[in-house]
C-alpha cells in the first residue's frame, strides 16, 4: 500500500456559499458556507439526522440546490447533472456490482465514459496495485472479504480521477481491525494524491484521524470548522464540547470580578487566561465543561488543608461508581447534588471521599445550557 507523504495538491477547490438544502417543505441545511482547499481532506461530523448525507448528496448532484452555490475551483455546479460534475463517491454499502469481477468493476466507470479495452486493462492494473489488490483483479465480488470489497471500491473512485472523493461512511460496515487499516489507507492514498476528500462519519476518532479539518454539524448549520486538535481541546461552543466527549457539566456563577461561584459555595479565581472561554460571558450563570480524562484525584488528606491554594479546580466529593474502561478506571464522584466523571489509573473504592482537580487549562465556560446541547444519549452513541 502507499507510502506516506503529501504530494502537489491535484483535487480541486471548493466554495459552498450560502447554501440551502431540504426535502418537501423542510430545509435540512439552510444557509451553508464552507470553503475547502484543494487537496484538504475535510470531515462532516455530527448527530445523526444533521444533514451531513444531504450535503454530501447534494455535493454529488443528487440533491438539489434550493438556494446558494456550490463552487468547483470557482465554477458554479448548483445546477449540473451528477455525471457533469465528475465527482467520485464511495458509501458504506460499497454498492459493486457482485455477478462481475473486481476488474470488471473497476472498469466500470472507465467503460462509461468510452475509454479504449487497452487503456482500461492498464487503468485497471494502476488502480489494483494503488490499493493493493494485485492478483485479485479476476475474483468475483462475491468472493472477498468485507476490507477487499472496499478496496474495489476505492478502487473504481479513484479510477477516473475524479476531482473530488467523496465517501459516506465508508469504513462502517468493518471490523474494528481493518477499519483502522483501511483509515490509515485511505488517508495515505489521499495525501499522496493531493485528493481534495469529503468524509461523512458518526466517529469522531475516525474524523480525527483521518481529516486536515472537522466540521462539526449542528441541525444543519456548522457548529464549528476546525483542526482535530481546535474542534477537541479549544470547542467554540457547548454543543460541540459535548459532542467531542468532554463529560463534565458543573453550574457556576460568574461574578461581576470574573471570579467562579462554584456549586460547593467556594470562590475560585483563575488567572484570566488560563480557562477556554470562546464566548463572551459577563456575569450571571454559565457552564464548565471539561473531560473526564483531564481531571485526577487524591483520596482526601489531612494534609490537604495545610496545602497552599493551586489555581486549578479542586472539588470534593464521594465515589459513587466507578467503571473499568480497559486502561483507566471511570469514577462518578457526588460532589453535592452534582455528578462529575474522573478517570484514574487506579482504582477508588465506591464511598472514598476524594478530592478531583482539574487543571485550569482544561476547562471550558460557556454561557449557560446553550440551545445547543448534546443529550447524554447522543454523546454515548457518537463515542468512537
Ligand atoms: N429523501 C428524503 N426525503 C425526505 N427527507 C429526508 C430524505 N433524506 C433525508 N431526509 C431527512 O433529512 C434530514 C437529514 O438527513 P441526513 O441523511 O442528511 O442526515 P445525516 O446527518 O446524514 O444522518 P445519519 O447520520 O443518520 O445518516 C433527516 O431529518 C432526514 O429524515
Same mark, same amino acid.
Given at each position: 500500500? !502507499?507510502?506516506?507523504?503529501?504530494?502537489?495538491?491535484?483535487?480541486?477547490?471548493?466554495?459552498?456559499?450560502?447554501?440551502?438544502?431540504?426535502?418537501?417543505?423542510? #430545509?435540512?441545511?439552510?444557509?451553508?458556507?464552507?470553503?475547502?482547499?484543494?487537496?484538504?481532506?475535510?470531515?462532516?461530523?455530527?448527530?445523526?439526522?444533521?444533514?451531513?448525507?444531504?450535503?454530501? =448528496?447534494?455535493?454529488?448532484?443528487?440533491?438539489?440546490?434550493?438556494?446558494?452555490?456550490?463552487?468547483?475551483?470557482?465554477?458554479?455546479?448548483?445546477?449540473?447533472?451528477?455525471?457533469?460534475?465528475?465527482? +467520485?463517491?464511495?458509501?458504506?454499502?460499497?454498492?459493486?456490482?457482485?455477478?462481475?469481477?473486481?476488474?470488471?468493476?473497476?472498469?466500470?466507470?472507465?467503460?462509461?465514459?468510452?475509454?479504449?479495452?487497452?487503456?482500461?486493462?492498464?487503468?485497471?492494473?494502476?488502480?489494483?496495485?494503488?490499493?493493493?489488490?494485485?492478483?485479485?483483479?479476476?475474483?468475483?465480488?462475491?468472493?472477498?472479504?468485507?476490507?477487499?470489497?472496499? =478496496?474495489?471500491?476505492?478502487?473504481?473512485?479513484?479510477?477516473?480521477?475524479?476531482?473530488?472523493?467523496?465517501?459516506? &461512511?465508508?469504513?462502517?460496515?468493518? #471490523?474494528?481491525?481493518?477499519?483502522?487499516?483501511?483509515?490509515?489507507?485511505?488517508?495515505?492514498?489521499?495525501?499522496?494524491?493531493?485528493?481534495?476528500?469529503?468524509?461523512?462519519?458518526?466517529?469522531?476518532?475516525?474524523?480525527?484521524?483521518?481529516?486536515?479539518?472537522?466540521?462539526?454539524?449542528?441541525?444543519?448549520?456548522?457548529?464549528?470548522?476546525?483542526? @482535530?486538535?481546535?474542534?477537541?481541546?479549544? !470547542? #467554540?461552543?457547548?454543543?460541540? +464540547?459535548?459532542?467531542?466527549?468532554?463529560?463534565?457539566?458543573?453550574?457556576?456563577?460568574?461574578?461581576? &470580578?470574573?471570579?467562579?461561584?462554584?456549586?460547593?459555595?467556594?470562590?475560585?479565581?483563575?488567572?484570566? #487566561?488560563?480557562?477556554?472561554?470562546?464566548?463572551?460571558?459577563?456575569?450571571?450563570?454559565?457552564?464548565?465543561?471539561?473531560?473526564?480524562?483531564?481531571?485526577?484525584?487524591?483520596?482526601?488528606?489531612?494534609?490537604?488543608?495545610?496545602?497552599? @491554594?493551586? !489555581?486549578?479546580?479542586?472539588?470534593?466529593?464521594?465515589?459513587?461508581?466507578?467503571?473499568?474502561?480497559?486502561?483507566?478506571?471511570?469514577?462518578?464522584?457526588?460532589?453535592?447534588?452534582?455528578?462529575?466523571?474522573?478517570?484514574?489509573? =487506579?482504582?477508588? @473504592?465506591?464511598?472514598?471521599?476524594?478530592?478531583?482537580?482539574?487543571?485550569?487549562?482544561?476547562?471550558?465556560?460557556?454561557?449557560? =445550557?446553550?440551545?445547543?446541547?448534546?443529550?447524554?444519549? &447522543?454523546?454515548?452513541?457518537?463515542?468512537?
Amino acid at each position: 500500500m !502507499p507510502q506516506e507523504g503529501k504530494s502537489p495538491a491535484l483535487g480541486s477547490g471548493i466554495a459552498l456559499k450560502d447554501l440551502h438544502l431540504g426535502y418537501e417543505r423542510a #430545509d435540512v441545511i439552510s444557509g451553508l458556507s464552507l470553503d475547502v482547499a484543494a487537496g484538504e481532506f475535510i470531515a462532516l461530523l455530527g448527530a445523526s439526522g444533521c444533514g451531513k448525507t444531504t450535503l454530501l =448528496r447534494a455535493l454529488a448532484g443528487f440533491v438539489p440546490v434550493r438556494r446558494g452555490e456550490i463552487l468547483l475551483d470557482g465554477r458554479d455546479l448548483s445546477q449540473t447533472p451528477p455525471e457533469g460534475r465528475g465527482m +467520485a463517491m464511495m458509501f458504506q454499502s460499497y454498492a459493486l456490482w457482485p455477478h462481475m469481477s473486481v476488474a470488471e468493476n473497476i472498469a466500470y466507470g472507465l467503460k462509461l465514459r468510452g475509454w479504449s479495452k487497452e487503456r482500461i486493462r492498464d487503468r485497471v492494473a494502476e488502480m489494483a496495485a494503488l490499493v493493493g489488490l494485485e492478483g485479485l483483479t479476476a475474483r468475483r465480488i462475491a468472493a472477498l472479504s468485507g476490507g477487499q470489497k472496499q =478496496r474495489v471500491a476505492l478502487a473504481r473512485a479513484l479510477a477516473v480521477s475524479p476531482p473530488v472523493l467523496l465517501l459516506d &461512511e465508508p469504513l462502517s460496515n468493518l #471490523d474494528a481491525g481493518i477499519r483502522a487499516t483501511m483509515r490509515h489507507e485511505i488517508r495515505a492514498l489521499q495525501q499522496r494524491l493531493g485528493l481534495t476528500t469529503i468524509l461523512v462519519t458518526h466517529d469522531r476518532e475516525e474524523a480525527m484521524s483521518m481529516a486536515d479539518r472537522v466540521v462539526i454539524l449542528n441541525k444543519g448549520e456548522i457548529a464549528q470548522a476546525g483542526t @482535530p486538535e481546535q474542534v477537541y481541546h479549544r !470547542p #467554540d461552543n457547548a454543543y460541540v +464540547a459535548r459532542f467531542m466527549g468532554a463529560e463534565n457539566t458543573l453550574p457556576v456563577g460568574v461574578t461581576v &470580578e470574573g471570579d467562579l461561584r462554584l456549586p460547593d459555595g467556594k470562590t475560585l479565581r483563575l488567572a484570566p #487566561d488560563a480557562m477556554h472561554i470562546p464566548q463572551a460571558i459577563r456575569s450571571g450563570s454559565a457552564d464548565l465543561i471539561f473531560r473526564a480524562d483531564a481531571a485526577s484525584f487524591d483520596p482526601v488528606s489531612r494534609s490537604m488543608q495545610d496545602r497552599a @491554594p493551586e !489555581p486549578d479546580l479542586r472539588l470534593r466529593g464521594q465515589v459513587r461508581q466507578q467503571a473499568y474502561l480497559g486502561s483507566v478506571y471511570r469514577h462518578e464522584i457526588e460532589i453535592g447534588a452534582h455528578r462529575i466523571l474522573v478517570d484514574a489509573p =487506579r482504582k477508588m @473504592p465506591i464511598g472514598a471521599v476524594v478530592e478531583a482537580c482539574i487543571p485550569a487549562t482544561a476547562l471550558c465556560l460557556f454561557p449557560a =445550557r446553550s440551545q445547543t446541547t448534546v443529550t447524554g444519549q &447522543e454523546a454515548a452513541a457518537h463515542a468512537a
